[in-house]
């Protein structure tokens, strides 16, 4: 049996698990159909070309693991910035962790999405906002078929939430294979301040593939600070899908480190449902051996005076394979818009490779959109510099691929965070780097 | 010190170096002139290792060590400071972090532990004063947006932190002012001692005015056809390198 036809056989077995009755199993009836009718993404798709899941889909994976699992917290410490206060969401093998979470409803709600599912308190929210912006594509469909757990954030008007909140998903090879499908809902209402930090851990090297997607919805002046670490073990696949949506004045960051698993596909996509507001996407990629990085992000400028802004470096040694694919639409309305998009690659070996692809769709006559890819080399003259001044070649590499980094990395804006992210680095490339950039 | 014996070097099968011979003793400082495309530059880039180089034939030497399988940076542990025509931008690294890199990395080759950060900043606010430079322009990113002028004060700044046995100060003087061209000259001047050796490579008399040279030697096609001292610097900036041609034609 295919991966798909078991999805669709497990379907009502998983329904009648969490909750038949359930006032979202007609949104979870109706993309599984959509997923049935679609099927996996293949490479003649054209958001698929570069990137192949047939290595990743061909494990017989648990679709649904009713095991709970314990993990003693000293020995996953180092997954989490653990030098702050945070709010703590943590999952493993797809079930809620309380042991290790610390969750709030003390004037926001800092819990599980199933939670959210089955209470009627949340009703109205959920029926106002979940699985209105996740696109209808058949991973998406996937996901929201399968809905049922993950973290649900919710920030009422006027609130600066202090503490950041940590999303930790870990796996513990239990299962043979495991597949999981954490779904996120994020609310910040007006004038609300978040910062969310998301990361996906494989304690195992038996194969995992998450296939995530997250909705966030920014009210007016809200702001979003969100950050993706992807560091996964080299049996552990990640689809993320994220998508944002933002109202007048509004402030959404998304920052994605990718350093390791298998295969990483970003989709991330930002709506832009009002004025006088400023979209940022980030991230840095460093990859080694086979590893495959895609970010394909999208920014659809609706209305005027906004602006978005998209930096992504990528560095890409051994045979790694990486592909960026960014979007901007640009609609008719969206005067006096402000689009920049940036990808710069560095190739440390010939077998690596990058595929670029800027694609922009501009509908109105007054705006200034830019975009610009490089792939290149570490530049030799540079390493020379560095060495004559006593740096060994391995120092003076890291220190040029940090510095290639920089821009991504100083926008970071948890110190602890860039901090852990800089040390990650840091160990990646075999270096000690004796300050802080 | 230094010992070239016979040096010939080759970039992409071209010939440059064609047998230089050259002996810089501790405490004396040496100038190198001549034409554009002479080598004085692929010689200054030999000495410190740049691996483009091809050394086809003979022998650097210092301090009796023969330099020929030495990496860049362990010539650089070994005393070999090279301040470049053009110093690199290394955007998101600061003059400060990456001078400290340095000099750790040279304590690190020599078995030593990093230096600690108190003495790292006197020395810092030591040597930055001697170069008159602003402690703003330390926290900038190394030679990024830099002026002329600037870079090239970075450059004995560095040279002054990791105080080398042998200094190679490549076009020092071009795009610099005659204030600046000073403050470096006098940066130089104050680093000099006894136990260490200058290599000033120039075009013009202008700098020696400033670094007194002991010798001066003329580098044409790749040989030193002339040895002097500081008075054919002189010489050359009146007449030229001419005369020095038709008398090595002859």
Partial sequence: MSLKEKLVSSFLAFENEVDVDSHIHNIRNEAIKTFEAKGFPSKKEEAWKYTSLNSVLKHDYSVFPKQENAIDYKDIKKYFIHDIDTYKIVFIDGKYSSHLSQVTHDGIDVCLMSAALNKPKYRLVIENYFNKIATKDSLSSLNTAFSNEGAYIHIPKNKLVEKPIQIIHFSTGNEAALLLQPRNLIVVDENSHVQIIERHQSLTDNPVLTNSVTEIFANKRAIVDYYKIQNDNKNASLIDSTFVNQKDQTNCFVHTFSFGGKLTRNNLNFYQNGERMDSTMKGITIIGDKQHVDHNTLVHHIEPNCESHQDYKGIFADSATGVFNGKVVVEKEAQKTNAFQSNNNILLSDKASINTKPQLEIFADDVKCSHGCTIGQLDESALFYMKQRGIPEKEARALLMFAFSNNVLSSVKIPELKQRITKIIANKLGVNIGFDL | ?250
């Fill in chain 2, 1 to 250: 010190m230094l010992q070239i014996n016979d040096l010939h070097a080759s970039v992409d099968d071209k010939s440059i170096l064609r047998g230089i011979n050259l002996e810089v003793k501790a405490g004396e400082v040496h100038a190198i002139m001549g034409p554009n495309g002479s080598g004085k530059s692929t010689l200054a880039s030999v000495i410190a290792g740049k691996e483009e180089y091809e050394v086809e034939k003979g022998q650097i030497v210092l301090n009796g060590e023969d330099l020929e399988d030495l990496a860049a940076e362990e010539r650089a542990h070994k005393g070999i400071f090279l301040s470049f025509q053009y110093p690199v931008e290394i955007p998101g690294v600061s003059v400060t972090n990456f001078i400290k890199t340095a000099i750790n990395e040279t304590r690190k080759a020599k078995g030593l532990e990093d230096m600690p950060a108190k003495d790292m900043l006197k020395l810092i606010r030591e040597k930055s004063e001697l170069l008159e430079i602003d402690r703003k322009f330390l926290s900038r990113s190394l030679n990024e947006g830099f002026s002329g002028g600037e870079k090239k004060r970075n450059e004995i700044f560095q040279m002054a932190m990791l105080e080398p046995k042998l200094a190679i100060l490549d076009e020092t003087d071009s795009g610099l002012d005659i204030d600046a061209l000073r403050i470096v000259a006098n940066g130089v001047n104050k680093l000099k001692s006894k136990d260490n050796a200058v290599v000033v490579i120039t075009h013009y008399q202008r700098l020696l005015d400033y670094i007194v040279p002991d010798f001066v030697h003329v580098l044409l096609d790749g040989r030193i056809v002339k040895s002097g001292g500081k008075e054919l610097a002189h010489e050359l900036e009146e007449k030229g390198y001419d005369w020095i041609k038709e008398e090595v034609n002859a």
